[in-house]
């Protein structure tokens, strides 16, 4: 079946400019997570949903960052006046009920902050 | 979740077999071990678990030792597809929480 899928898979914008990224999840997956991802670094968990509801955010560096998944299948991350510091790569992972929580990941959308 | 360290970074020859270390001092005694590989250009891609039983899948097998401190991910013969970072993770039972990565281990594979 389908993956995860990301769009834009890549996304130029200019310093102080709102963007959003999508996540289409695996159908029927349960669990949603966002990462962020530094050059040569791992994974940097954002923030994750069970269903709809949020239930971590912990990881968001600051208010300008949020994420929705309102009817529980898909997920935007939103960075509000966006700064060169949030240039990176923003991968999206969904996990089923089945099996013991692996985590599948979308290609990922590189964001570009000029 | 515990920390977990492993080698910056590993060589192999194709065809041979590689033996990944991680070591997790503090793991707890209900953590889940978990590795994960990042191929080149790609997202991470779920590899393998164990508890305390050595495990086998048809992309790797899991040795964990006996006091569950230390854990190898065995790759039986490398191919230069094999050539990636891998992570290994420690995880509560639930199973539901955000992965904590590290640095992982880059292998790299020669021809």
């Known amino acids: 079946g389908a993956g995860v899928s990301q769009s834009p898979r890549y996304k130029v914008t200019k310093r102080g400019q709102d963007v959003a990224l999508r996540c289409d999840p695996i159908s029927g997956h349960v669990s949603l997570y966002w990462y962020r991802q530094a050059l040569g670094q791992g994974p940097e968990f954002l923030t994750y949903f069970n269903y709809e509801a949020q239930q971590d955010k912990s990881g968001l560096p600051n208010d300008r960052f949020s994420a929705e998944r309102p009817e529980g299948s898909i997920s935007t991350l939103t960075i509000q006046r966006t700064e060169q510091r949030d240039s990176a790569m923003y991968r999206c992972a969904s996990r089923g009920l089945q099996g013991a929580g692996e985590q599948y990941f979308g290609p990922g959308t590189r964001l570009t902050v000029t | 979740d515990a920390k977990t360290t492993q080698p910056n970074s590993m060589e192999s020859n194709e065809e041979e077999p590689v033996h990944l270390p991680c070591n997790h001092s503090?793991?707890?005694?209900?953590?889940?071990i978990h590795w994960y590989r990042q191929l080149p250009s790609q997202g991470p891609e779920y590899v393998i678990h164990g508890l305390t039983s050595n495990v086998n899948n048809r992309m790797a097998s899991l040795a964990i030792a006996e006091d569950r401190k230390s854990s190898t991910l065995i790759l039986h013969r490398a191919t230069l597809r094999d050539a990636a970072v891998y992570y290994c993770?420690?995880?509560?039972?639930?199973?539901?929480?955000?992965?904590?990565f590290g640095k992982g281990t880059r292998l790299s594979v020669i021809a």
């Open positions: 993770i420690l995880r509560g039972v639930s199973g539901n929480t955000p992965l904590v």
């Open positions: 503090t793991i707890s005694g209900t953590d889940y």
